[in-house]
């Protein structure tokens, strides 16, 4: 296991942590400031600055990215539905331009969340088989852009309105039949926030292996949790063994980056500065 | 599958639906004058009035249980050990002395949370392997009493503060280790709630069979769930297919009451006619 007391080379920043403090020119101002050499832009982040201006930023910074957020929010009835797949392209296409090793995928709930203006659905048996059809068009793309695909099971309190992919298993069972071969091009994303509480985490992350190991998120599960989205912890805050966790992925032969993505109206209302100290810092006693 | 259109035969309240509206006697009262059959109370409503007059209430309504609320919170540090053992047993004899059908068991979350006082931790698997050893130690209690245990796994979102026993799978597969004869007296408490997101839910069920499947619950999922607690929804309000849940348990031969167990501010906060009115409505429709 890498030890990160000394240094923080293996930290990347999820851009949403700081995303309230400033914008994406802002935001790689910071790192650069702080050392940090790598982020994870959301698309939002980059279209508000544009694809052509935030891609001379990271480069002008000379940061690597350790993810694109993110594509996914594959349910949607049929009225809605190419318009999920043109989104999703885009997303391919402006991963290509940024050099993101992988988009990360939010699989999407039930309809009506998952695309706003779908026709309502309870089925998410039904759901969970349009995410399989979904990536399947999706990972065709993808490979004509050499752009991994990283599927991130989502914890269950968001089953129906974000990702109705709730496990790492499931996630895994997606990889395996849409991409047998382990071509490299499908595996997952891992946030200890979304899967520290699974029995069967361990012999999944195994299962898994280096070839499908494409992300390693970090955050913490605070109690109490007072707001099901926006109350994420900074690491060491809350009740996750982290280590415990990024044990088991560096045992797979994972080398990337420790990614920091935290939801919190709490860090969102303090300095970035002051967040990003507090980053490094845990990033090098507790991660 | 039952029909529940034409009356609320097979409807129990779990008391906790309306615990701020008035004490377990007025409860009573309300369930007889709703024409409700069953309920399942809890231990400090019964406590509140004190064993003899609860016992002596409910039997004079003519009102049977669907279980008992609850055992559990097994995980603790060593000091803490025996306080939680000493509190299973007495939970057995107050089922016993009520007339309980099944002890409805919360396993406990991290020893900090489970037992109050305990040493924190941050190791899930050993509580996980905690919960195994005291709950076969209840059992011994519990045979000897004619007392069946009913594990209810908990929403993942509970895994650090009450239950680290998360999933359908999980809960069988400590029954199958601790009660490999399928006595009859180890199984499982269902509340649509915790295992409606399970993508492993329906073949879950069906391993569980008649004999595991002790009880039956169903509220709703809301989106938005403003409380990780108390937020529920009654039931059609959200969006759990409750009826296919339902579907497949009695597929397995189940034949008990649907229980009602709703935390919600918000119906917390209505007169307990309008919600057991409520209650029975949805029974009806949705249920």
Known sequence: MRDFSQDHRWLSLNTATVRRQGDLAAIVEACARHGIRAIDPWRDQVAAIGLDRAGR?????????????????????????????????????EAKALGAPCIVLVAGGLPQYSRPGSAPSKDIAQARAQIDDAIAGMLDYARQA?????????????????????????????C??????????????????????????????????????????????????????????????GVIDIRS???????????????????????WGKPIDEVLRTCIERHRTVV
Chains 1, 2 share one sequence.
Not at 150 to 170: F, G, M, S, W
């Open 176 to 237: 395996d039949r849409l991409d047998p071969a382990r071509s490299g091009m499908l595996g997952v994303a891992l946030d200890v926030y979304h899967i520290w509480w699974d029995p069967e985490l361990m012999p999944q992350i195994a299962r898994a292996g280096k070839d499908r190991l494409l992300a390693f998120h970090v955050c913490d599960w605070l109690v109490p949790t007072k707001d099901i989205l926006n109350d994420r912890g900074m690491m060491g805050d």
């Open 146 to 174: 050499g752009l991994p695909l990283a599927i991130e099971p989502l914890h269950p309190a968001y089953a129906a309105d974000r990702a109705c992919v709730n496990t790492t298993k499931q996630a895994l069972d997606i």
């Open 245 to 267: 966790v990024r044990a088991a992925v560096e045992a797979q032969g994972f080398a990337g980056y420790s990614e920091i993505e935290i939801f919190s109206d709490d860090w």
């Open 57 to 93: 930023a990271i480069r002008d910074a000379g940061l690597e990215l350790s993810g694109y957020c993110r594509g996914g929010m594959f349910v949607s009835d049929a009225a809605h539905r190419s318009d999920a797949l043109d989104d999703n392209r885009r997303a391919v296409d």
